[in-house]
């Protein structure tokens, strides 16, 4: 059965920086695109950022230069580093599996920027 565990989520000021983890289990992670998802109060869930089996990166407009994330196909691993925060970041962030047919989700952590 997949898992995906995020972890990294926090209350942080704004411009700070946090690095959000999802370690995913089972020997399929290096074959998935890897995604970043958020959902904000109110607000439809939305695409952050995803990485390819091939590394291929793409990010939403508004974190471009703010946000990177990356993989690490040894440690079933993916991370999103979030720098230069603001308070409209303030969401609960998903970790998301995808290839072929199949998409799994985390659980979600929560991410809140606030003075």
């Known amino acids: 059965q997949v898992q995906l565990v995020e972890s990294g989520g926090g209350l942080v000021q704004p411009g700070g920086s946090l690095r959000l983890s999802c370690a995913a289990s089972g020997s399929w992670f290096s074959r998935y695109t890897m995604a970043w998802y958020r959902q904000a109060p109110g607000k439809q869930r939305e695409l952050v950022a995803a990485?390819?089996?091939?590394?291929?990166?793409n990010y939403a407009d508004s974190v471009k230069g703010r946000f990177a994330i990356s993989r690490d196909n040894a440690k079933s691993t993916v991370y999103l580093q979030m720098n230069s925060l603001k308070t409209e970041d303030t969401a609960v962030y998903y970790c998301?599996?995808?290839?072929?047919?199949?998409?799994?989700w985390g659980q979600g952590t929560q991410v809140t920027v606030s003075s």
């Open positions: 990485v390819t089996s091939g590394s291929t990166t």
């Open positions: 998301n599996a995808a290839y072929s047919m199949r998409n799994y």
